[in-house]
């Protein structure tokens, strides 16, 4: 059993800044990638960063040169320093954890979502 922590959501002005933090605990045998989704109202999950176990990185387009995703593979934690928020950031953002569980299958674990609001 793995269980994800989400903390540091919340209210900011547009234009500020929010670190978002994930930390994974359990039976955990292999960390493979990490990442972050968000689901805004009326729409979709979607992928917001992604980080592989050997540290390549990926972003939504609409979140290049903005977010920064990082992640500390000895406390099994992943990071989102979200900078320049705009409104349309406000969504409830999700962390994922890929990983090997105890019979050797992979596994997505999902964190319980942070709400983050960004006002104009």
């Known amino acids: 059993q793995v269980q994800l922590v989400e903390s540091g959501g919340g209210l900011v002005q547009a234009g500020g800044s929010l670190r978002l933090s994930c930390a994974a605990s359990?039976?955990?045998?292999?960390?493979?990638?990490m990442g972050w989704h968000r689901q805004a109202p009326g729409k979709q999950r979607e992928l917001v960063a992604k980080v592989t176990s050997g540290g390549n990185t990926n972003y939504a387009d609409s979140v290049k040169g903005r977010f920064t995703i990082s992640r500390d593979n000895v406390k099994n934690t992943v990071y989102l320093q979200m900078n320049s928020l705009k409104p349309e950031d406000t969504a409830v953002y999700y962390c994922i954890v890929d990983h090997i569980d105890r019979f050797g299958d992979p596994v997505s674990s999902w964190g319980q979502g942070t709400q983050v609001t960004v006002s104009s």
């Open positions: 359990g039976t955990i045998f292999r960390v493979n990638a």
